[in-house]
Every structure is written in C-alpha cells, then in structure tokens.
C-alpha cells in the first residue's frame, strides 16, 4: 500500500467492502469507520498495490459509518 491504514492511535474498522469502482477490472477497498477515524478507500493498482484516496474521490465522508455498500455491488456479486 502507497499509504498507511491508521493515522494515529489504534482504531478498528467498522466495514470493509471490496467492490471494483473505478471499473478497470481489479477490486478496489472501502473502509468505513466510525467517529475515531476517517473512512478509507483504495484503489487498487493491478500490480499488487494499492492507493489511498478517499480525499480525492469523495467530497466528505459522515464520520459516522458502519457499513458501506456501493451501487455496484449487485454487479460485482455476480462476477464473483
């Protein structure tokens, strides 16, 4: 990964979902967490890495996530 995955003290995530929303063929990475710690996203990079960019993908996160779901996920469900 291009970034770490905690920005300070130890938090857990509260959601994963791995879903491929940028559409190039590889699974990208949500994780949604609650009030302690912005939620994540990840792009996958097809070569085994992965990038960090909630900040340029989204306007704000609610700081109050749980679970995430992605308007792909009927898709993606059924090319797994």
């Known amino acids: 990964m291009s970034a770490p995955a905690l920005r300070g003290a130890t938090r857990y995530g509260l959601g994963v979902v791995a879903s491929d929303l940028n559409g190039d063929g590889c699974p ?24 960090e960019s909630i900040a340029t993908s989204v306007g704000h996160t609610s700081h109050a996530s749980m679970v995430w779901t992605p ?3 009927t898709t993606t469900a059924d090319r797994i």
């Not at 967490?33 to 097809?46: R, S």
């Open 28 to 51: 990208d990475l949500y994780i949604a967490n609650d009030f302690q710690e912005d939620d994540f996203l990840y792009y996958n990079n097809c070569d085994g890495t992965f990038t």
């Open 71 to 73: 308007p792909t996920s």
